[in-house]
């Protein structure tokens, strides 16, 4: 009993363990996109405000 025990004991470790690095994962990409998608717009406003044209769709 005590093999299955730790064995269990393992399996859990492996999930938690994976559940977290999912976690800090999809956390970091989602801040990584963020940060590009605030630049992309930056970048944007940059542009168009330089045009003088204040109207997104010319």
Same mark, same amino acid.
């Given at each position: 009993m005590?093999? =299955?025990f730790? *064995?269990?004991?393992? #399996?859990?470790a492996a999930g938690a363990f994976s559940a977290i =690095? +999912?976690?800090y &994962? +999809?956390?970091f990409g989602r801040e990584s996109a963020r940060k590009e998608l605030g630049? *992309? #717009?930056e970048d *944007?406003?940059?542009s168009s405000g330089t045009s &003088?044209? =204040?109207s997104p769709h010319s």
């Open positions: 005590e093999k =299955s730790t *064995l269990l004991h393992t #399996i859990a =690095s +999912f976690w &994962g +999809f956390m630049d *992309l #717009i *944007l406003r940059r &003088g044209d =204040s």
